[in-house]
């Protein structure tokens, strides 16, 4: 099966950056997309942003338009979410997926989640 990690979160201050990174390893394929979700406490999984396997393609929530970027390695098996100009709202445990991407991004491998804290 495909394993997923992430790595750095951390905690901010609102207008600073973070990089996130997510690397797949195990039964890898080439085609599949790759997107962010992240929960806050008390509040539904939304996904963040997505890719697809060419990397071409992107989607993003209205909320983080202009702020964050999502990006693939050369090898196509990693992801990177650039994030920007933080608000305290962004405050979630932020999770990489990989799976398919048609319109929306419909997740069938989950990572741990690394958290990001963004304070006021």
């Known amino acids: 099966q495909m394993q997923l990690v992430e790595s750095g979160g951390g905690l901010v201050q609102a207008g600073a950056s973070l990089r996130l990174s997510c690397i797949a390893s195990g039964r890898v394929f080439s085609n599949y997309a790759m997107g962010w979700f992240r929960q806050a406490p008390g509040k539904e999984r939304e996904s963040v942003a997505a890719?697809?396997?060419?990397?071409?393609?992107?989607v993003y929530a209205d909320s983080v338009k202009g702020r964050f970027t999502i990006s693939r390695g050369n090898g196509k098996n990693t992801v990177t979410l650039q994030m920007n100009s933080l608000k305290p709202e962004d405050t979630a445990l932020y999770y990489c997926s990989a799976g398919q991407l048609v319109r929306t991004m419909v997740p069938e491998y989950w990572g741990q989640g690394t958290q990001v804290t963004v304070s006021s």
């Open positions: 890719i697809n396997w060419t990397g071409r393609l992107t």
